[in-house]
């Protein structure tokens, strides 16, 4: 079974803030690396993935990936109310440029962004 | 591009009827995934295909559930018959290469 664990949460964080979201797993053939975004009623979204060890940053998000801890992290910054949601880690066996197969979801973490 | 299709949004059924969801993955998507949501366990992988083969089935619950692709833009999975326990919500996602894309859902409640 591979395993998925995230930050139980919820994250409570005033707006402007950072907001770190972790994620550990177990699978050390994990290649690719999800997080997804799931609004209250509504499906996943796909946020960021990252494939290399180091940072990857879009706009307010970035990516931190550590594979040899088995390690991957999501800081949002300059936080907004919108950006409340739970927040899905999700690790894959392919590496890029591969067909995608299967991800392990984990459990998600609640983020709440106060005004 | 109209993004994964689901259909029904919602669906109300008594315990003992046979359900079908259904899900149109995105044009050009060789993999579809079919999971289910709940509180309790979170998303649940219950089946994908690849090029329209089933590739792992090992979630599917029990022979109760099946699922088919019968070509490139069509999957369905069907409940018969079916429990309150699979009151969940089902969503379907395509890919190719980069992540999932995963539709709006069908949200199923057996009384």
């Known amino acids: 079974q591979k395993e998925v664990e995230q930050n139980s949460g919820p994250l409570s964080v005033p707006e402007g803030a950072i907001a770190s979201l972790n994620c550990t797993y177990s699978?050390?053939?994990?290649?690719?690396f999800f997080w997804y975004r799931q609004y209250s009623g509504k499906s996943p979204e796909l946020i960021m993935f990252?494939?290399?060890?180091g940072d990857k940053e879009d706009g307010r998000f970035t990516a931190q990936l550590n594979k040899a801890s088995q390690y991957v992290s999501l800081l949002i910054r300059d936080s907004q109310p919108s950006d409340s949601a739970t927040y899905l880690c999700?690790?894959?066996?392919?590496?890029?440029?591969?067909?995608?197969?299967?991800?392990?979801f984990g459990r998600g973490t609640q983020l709440t962004v106060w005004p | 591009d109209a993004g994964v299709i689901q259909s029904p949004r919602h669906e109300v059924t008594e315990m003992g009827q046979e359900v079908t969801l259904r899900c149109k993955p995105i044009?050009?998507?060789?993999?579809l995934f079919w999971y289910r949501q709940t509180m309790m366990r979170g998303l649940e992988l219950l089946i994908y295909?690849?090029?329209?083969?089933?590739?792992?089935d090992s979630g599917m619950p029990e022979d109760r559930f099946s699922a088919k692709m019968p070509n490139a833009s069509f999957s369905t999975l069907k409940i018969q018959p079916s429990e309150p326990r699979d009151s969940a919500v089902y969503f379907c996602?395509?890919?190719?290469?980069?992540?999932?894309?995963f539709g709006s859902g069908t949200r199923l409640t057996v009384v």
């Open positions: 295909f690849n090029n329209n083969v089933p590739i792992d």
């Open positions: 990252i494939y290399s060890n």
């Open positions: 996602a395509s890919s190719f290469m980069d992540g999932y894309t």
């Open positions: 999700a690790p894959g066996g392919r590496s890029r440029g591969s067909t995608l197969g299967r991800l392990y």
């Open positions: 699978d050390r053939g994990s290649q690719s």
């Open positions: 044009s050009g998507h060789n993999s």
